[in-house]
């Protein structure tokens, strides 16, 4: 059989679109830290006998979200005590695993673990950070480049529930926050912000974060998030009762949202002494939306070059506030939509220009603390019970498909390179339409 020029013209065709469109999920967040993937023909309906390509065995069970460069994923997880960074190819197979530390604490009925961190990568080295404090850089062959204890740097950790801040990873930097203090009364309320050579692990700054929390409210398990629109690039961290914006160079504070617990500007309801801050921003260029926790409100901010000192209350930096918020999922916003995930499985979603509220659906009964994912036209939203619910992006609620993996799931979809990967607490599975 001969195959005729303009049948091999249409398949190179196709292999280099597939080629331009594939990309890489560096950090927790993807490519850009906002959930979104822009690769094209990504599987929306899976089980035993369909669309998985492989299943593969972890040693133990965390939310951790994998990342993945090129043909290579990288994931953490706990196997008993020990806390672990793995390597997979692309076709699941194990390509090393590194005992980083030990120590690992169960949370919440084993809800959570010192594995709770994603890692994060840029195709040369991956950075780890656990809960035990231990923060490491290994080669993506799994050499150990660099080792340290954070609280033996910054101090010790006294946070409830474990520290699950993922640090984040830009040009050659990392960026963590640590955001906690006792809940016993005491005066304590100084988080950290810290910038490091992602190469050395050495401090490039350390600026302390003081604020007026209380009691839980001073522990944040949110991570930080990078802001860029081109004009300005900023860090934002958020927990203790307010947002606050660094300058990446200097890591000066740039400006801070408060009035987010109550009685205040945002929060009419009673002064809440549990109020702690799970899920973090959503960020997209010109837009800041804030969640805070609970019953508690989201404030959709403004970015502007004005922006600096204490917006609380300055309208010129505020879209829209809500009484509504996601308590651990991160708001994802897309095409003008912000979609939001609450824990119960329903989903919220508004117009980003003016905050009017478009729908308020049910998903699934199961509690949801993995984050949404958006690709080619669908969310995917993944169930603590395994159901993985995907639904139709735009202004109206249409569920496509509901897929039931019956593993517990709270990490984040993830998608590169034309696969959707989906961690469980038993196993790492890639999924794509065959």
Request: with cysteine; charged share 20%.
């Amino acid at each position: 059989m001969t195959n005729s020029p303009r049948l091999i013209a249409c398949t190179a065709l196709v292999l280099l679109t597939s080629i331009a469109q594939a990309e890489n999920w560096p950090q927790w967040r993807g490519p850009k830290g906002d959930g979104i993937s822009h690769e094209k023909g990504i599987a929306t309906t899976w089980g035993p006998d369909k669309n998985i390509l492989w299943r593969t065995e972890l040693p133990g069970s965390a939310g951790a979200t994998p990342v993945v460069w090129d043909d290579r994923i990288f994931l953490t997880s706990n196997d008993g005590d020990d806390l672990l960074l793995l390597a997979f190819n692309t076709s699941g197979k194990e390509l090393w695993r590194q005992l980083v530390c030990s120590g690992n604490q169960d949370a919440r009925s084993g809800e959570g673990n010192s594995a709770s961190p994603s890692p994060a990568t840029d195709g040369k080295h991956v950075w780890v950070f656990f809960g035990t404090g231990v923060l490491a850089c290994y080669t993506v062959d799994g050499k150990e480049v660099w080792k340290f204890d954070v609280q033996d740097r910054y101090g010790k950790f006294d946070i409830q529930f474990g520290m699950t801040s993922t640090p984040v990873l830009h040009n050659g930097h990392l960026y963590l926050q640590l955001i906690h203090g006792s809940m016993r009364g005491g005066d304590y309320r100084v988080g950290k912000v810290i910038k490091l050579d992602a190469a050395t692990g050495k401090d490039i700054w350390v600026v302390d974060r003081v604020t007026e929390a209380e009691f839980e409210c001073k522990h944040s398990y949110a991570s930080p998030f990078l802001y860029n629109d081109g004009q300005q690039q900023f860090l934002v961290t958020h927990g203790a009762d307010c947002t606050a914006a660094y300058d990446l160079k200097t890591g000066k504070e740039l400006w801070r949202l408060n009035g987010l617990n109550g009685p205040a500007k945002y929060n009419p309801g009673e002064f809440d002494p549990t109020f702690r801050f799970v899920a973090s921003p959503g960020v997209v260029p010109g837009t800041i939306v804030v969640p805070t926790a609970k019953k508690g409100p989201m404030v959709a901010l403004k970015i502007g070059a004005g922006i600096q000192g204490d917006i609380t209350g300055n309208q010129e930096f505020v879209r829209w506030f809500d009484s509504k918020t996601p308590d651990v999922s991160i708001p994802l916003i897309h095409d003008g939509l912000v979609y939001c995930l609450q824990k119960d499985g329903r989903v919220f979603t508004y117009e980003l220009e003016s905050g009017k509220e478009l729908y308020f659906e049910r998903t699934h009964t199961s509690q949801h603390r993995s984050s949404p994912t958006y690709a080619d036209g669908h969310l995917y939203l993944c169930a603590k019970d395994g159901m993985c619910t995907v639904l139709k992006a735009g202004p109206k609620f249409e569920i496509v498909a509901q897929n039931d993996l019956r593993e517990p799931i709270t990490a984040s979809p993830v998608v590169s390179n034309g696969v959707l990967y989906l961690r469980t607490y038993a196993a790492l599975y890639a999924i794509g339409n065959k």
